[in-house]
């Protein structure tokens, strides 16, 4: 790694979080989080100054993050969305939704926390229209979004040397919109959705902030409109 500043993102092995990382590279040195080891070596390979930095994100522990001392942006991009009606949706949906969505970004910022604080760091956590509204068979993803956000309102008043941002994303074209879909036994219609790129400069927006400026939080929704 160079003199270059620091970012971790997590979820790097495609989608939203492989489109942070390109949109970093230019500025950043990058350790690239997941568990696809093969797209992540892939991803390292295209991006001079990264690595990979393979992690069960839901086991994460100190061993993990031994290293690294100074941390100037962490992307949490990471998640899960099963659908289901409340009436019907086990307690393990439930926990394992919270677990990734939740509990595994709390428990990595906390453990980074020194190596951000060092850096007076950028933390950004990919949010989703469901942090700001929940609709039928959206419960336990919603709730999880919901808790995002609280935990980033949290963490902006608790660290206040850290810049903290929430982005709210509508649908995206992604492989998890994909299993989305097949879910809400819809048709996929990436053209009326936002590309992993268009997320990708919002984050670049709020990292490369002035330091006069707080980017608190960001919605970017489709300009093709809602889809049902």
Same mark, same amino acid.
Do not use: C
């Given at each position: 790694?160079?003199?270059?500043?620091?970012?971790?993102?997590?979820?790097?092995?495609?989608?939203?979080?492989? @489109?942070?990382?390109?949109?970093? @590279?230019? *500025?950043?040195?990058?350790?690239?989080?997941?568990?696809?080891?093969?797209?992540?070596?892939?991803?390292? @390979?295209?991006?001079?100054?990264?690595?990979? #930095?393979?992690?069960?994100? *839901?086991?994460?522990?100190?061993?993990? %993050?031994?290293?690294?001392?100074?941390?100037?942006?962490?992307?949490?991009?990471?998640?899960?969305?099963?659908?289901?009606?409340?009436?019907? *949706?086990?307690?393990?949906? #439930?926990?394992?939704?919270?677990?990734? &969505?939740?509990?595994?970004?709390?428990?990595?910022?906390?453990?980074?926390?020194?190596?951000?604080?060092?850096?007076?760091?950028?933390?950004?956590?990919? &949010?989703?229209?469901?942090?700001?509204?929940? &609709?039928?068979? #959206?419960?336990?993803?919603?709730?999880?979004?919901? @808790?995002?956000?609280?935990?980033?309102?949290?963490?902006?008043?608790?660290?206040?040397?850290?810049?903290? *941002?929430?982005?709210?994303?509508?649908?995206?074209?992604?492989?998890?919109?994909?299993?989305?879909?097949?879910?809400?036994?819809?048709?996929?219609?990436?053209?009326?959705?936002?590309?992993?790129?268009?997320?990708?400069?919002?984050?670049?927006?709020? %990292?490369?902030?002035?330091?006069?400026?707080?980017?608190?939080?960001?919605?970017?929704?489709?300009?093709?409109?809602?889809? &049902?």
């Amino acid at each position: 790694m160079s003199e270059r500043p620091l970012a971790l993102v997590t979820g790097a092995s495609r989608g939203v979080g492989a @489109a942070v990382a390109r949109a970093l @590279a230019p *500025t950043h040195d990058l350790l690239l989080g997941g568990r696809d080891t093969a797209a992540l070596a892939a991803l390292s @390979a295209e991006l001079p100054g990264s690595r990979p #930095w393979p992690v069960e994100l *839901t086991s994460v522990t100190e061993a993990d %993050v031994a290293g690294i001392d100074r941390l100037d942006v962490l992307v949490h991009s990471a998640g899960v969305a099963i659908l289901g009606r409340i009436a019907t *949706t086990p307690a393990e949906v #439930w926990r394992r939704t919270l677990d990734l &969505n939740v509990v595994a970004v709390a428990e990595l910022t906390r453990l980074l926390l020194p190596a951000l604080r060092a850096a007076q760091g950028r933390v950004v956590l990919i &949010n989703s229209g469901a942090g700001l509204r929940a &609709n039928p068979d #959206w419960g336990p993803y919603a709730a999880s979004k919901f @808790a995002l956000r609280a935990f980033a309102d949290a963490l902006r008043l608790e660290e206040p040397a850290l810049r903290v *941002t929430s982005v709210y994303p509508g649908r995206i074209d992604t492989d998890m919109q994909r299993g989305v879909r097949e879910q809400e036994g819809a048709a996929y219609e990436p053209d009326r959705y936002l590309t992993p790129e268009s997320v990708a400069r919002v984050v670049l927006t709020a %990292v490369s902030a002035t330091p006069d400026a707080h980017v608190t939080e960001i919605t970017v929704r489709p300009s093709a409109g809602p889809v &049902n």
